[in-house]
T-cell receptor, first 113, second 113 residues
Framework: GNSVTQMEGPVTLSEEAFLTINCTYT??????LFWYVQYPGEGLQLLLK?????DKGSNKGFEATYRKETTSFHLEKGSVQVSDSAVYFC????????????FGKGITLSVRP | DTGVSQDPRHKITKRGQNVTFRCDPI?????LYWYRQTLGQGPEFLTY????????KSRLLSDRFSAERPKGSFSTLEIQRTEQGDSAMYLC???????????FGPGTRLTVT
C-alpha cells in the first residue's frame, strides 16, 4: 500500500535558522508528492507540490525535491520566521487511485524570535 | 471563490446519537473527499465522490457512516449511533481539473461524550 513517514517532532528553531523536515514514502504506482501546512486555528493549505521525479516544488521560501531514488521529499527553508510556526504534513497521491491523499503524521514547527 | 466550507465547525454529542455534517465544495469542483483526523495524526481518507457518484469508501468507513452528494454539489456525512472513538476532526476537500490538487475546508470537530 501507500504510506508516508515523517521525522519525529516537534521541532523548535530560532528565527533565521535553517529548516529541514524529512519525508519518505512508499507507493504502488507513480505518486505526486505534496507538503501541506496547517497554521494555528486554520485549515490545511497546500504549500507546494511535485508531480514527477527530480521536480522541485517551491513556495514562500520553502522547497522540496522529488527524489525517486531515495523515495524522499524533504522540506527545506533557508531562514525560518516566527510566522512559519505551524504543523507540516507530507502527503502523496497516486494517479488512477482517485487521487486520494495519504498523509504522514505531521510535525509541529515552533519558531522563536 | 469562497473556498470549501463546512458546517458545523464544532459538534458535541452524546454516545449513541446521530450526527450529520455538511460540506460545500468550491463551485464547479467535481471531486469531493472526506477525511478524518485524530489528535497527533495526519488526515485519513474516508470516501470520495466524483460528481454525485461515490466511487470509493475506505475500510475506516464502518456501516454506521454514510455519505451523500446529491446533485454533485454539497455533501453530507452522517454518523449513526456515535461512539467515543468517532471523536475527531472531519475534513472535506474538493478538487477539479488537475486532480492532484485538493482544497480543504476548516473541518468539523466532533466530540462524543
Amino acid at each position: 500500500g501507500n504510506s508516508v513517514t515523517q521525522m519525529e517532532g516537534p521541532v523548535t528553531l530560532s528565527e533565521e535558522a535553517f529548516l529541514t523536515i524529512n519525508c519518505t514514502y512508499t507507493a504502488t504506482g507513480y505518486p505526486s508528492l505534496f507538503w501541506y501546512v496547517q497554521y494555528p486555528g486554520e485549515g490545511l493549505q497546500l504549500l507546494l507540490k511535485a508531480t514527477k521525479a527530480d521536480d522541485k516544488g517551491s513556495n514562500k521560501g520553502f522547497e522540496a525535491t522529488y527524489r525517486k531514488e531515495t523515495t524522499s521529499f524533504h522540506l527545506e527553508k533557508g531562514s525560518v520566521q516566527v510566522s512559519d510556526s505551524a504543523v507540516y504534513f507530507c502527503a502523496l497521491s497516486v494517479t488512477g487511485a482517485n487521487s486520494k491523499l495519504t498523509f504522514g503524521k505531521g510535525i509541529t514547527l515552533s519558531v522563536r524570535p | 471563490d469562497t473556498g470549501v466550507s463546512q458546517d458545523p465547525r464544532h459538534k458535541i454529542t452524546k454516545r449513541g446519537q446521530n450526527v450529520t455534517f455538511r460540506c460545500d465544495p468550491i463551485s464547479e469542483h467535481n471531486r469531493l473527499y472526506w477525511y478524518r483526523q485524530t489528535l497527533g495524526q495526519g488526515p485519513e481518507f474516508l470516501t470520495y465522490f466524483q460528481n454525485e457518484a461515490q466511487l470509493e469508501k475506505s475500510r475506516l468507513l464502518s456501516d454506521r457512516f454514510s455519505a451523500e452528494r446529491p446533485k454533485g454539489s454539497f455533501s453530507t456525512l452522517e454518523i449513526q449511533r456515535t461512539e467515543q472513538g468517532d471523536s475527531a476532526m472531519y475534513l472535506c476537500a474538493s478538487g477539479s481539473g488537475r486532480a492532484y490538487e485538493q482544497y480543504f475546508g476548516p473541518g468539523t470537530r466532533l466530540t462524543v461524550t
